[in-house]
């Protein structure tokens, strides 16, 4: 087998309080072993996070017309980290009026990603 396509990854599970470290063999960019894991959700959380990692997004948006000039966002499910920065740039560029209300999507479908940008905060019209 030519060298490099084979390596070895380990992560700390972050699943529960145990934060197993598990090692993970990938070759030609499919796992190949798993050793480590206590638990399945441990397999598959660091299985994942060598494959396709994701992250939730949480930053702000700018508010016209309401008590405070921003209100706090999140994803509503975690983002694949290849698009953290387009979904950054829809964020930045975004702007909505007052009022918001906790758990209102401000945002379908950021980035083509299937994922809502949603109000983490009231923000009452002035």
């Known amino acids: 087998m030519p060298e490099g396509l084979k ?42 996070e060598c494959l396709d990692p994701k992250r939730i997004v949480c930053s702000s948006i700018l508010v016209s017309g309401g008590e405070w000039p921003l209100v706090s966002v999140r994803t509503s499910k975690p983002v ?14 975004a702007k909505v009026k007052a009022p918001v209300t906790t758990g209102d999507v401000l945002i379908r479908n950021v980035a083509t990603t299937s994922v809502d940008i949603i109000a983490t905060k009231d923000v009452p019209s002035r």
């Open 80 to 93: 694949s980290k290849e698009k953290l920065f387009l979904v950054m740039e829809e964020v930045r560029n």
């Open 7 to 48: 390596n070895m990854r380990e992560v700390r599970c972050i699943i529960c309080p145990i934060g197993c470290m598990v090692r993970i063999e990938l070759e030609n960019g499919e796992v190949r072993k798993i050793s480590g894991n206590q638990c399945i959700r441990g397999r598959e959380y660091a299985v994942e």
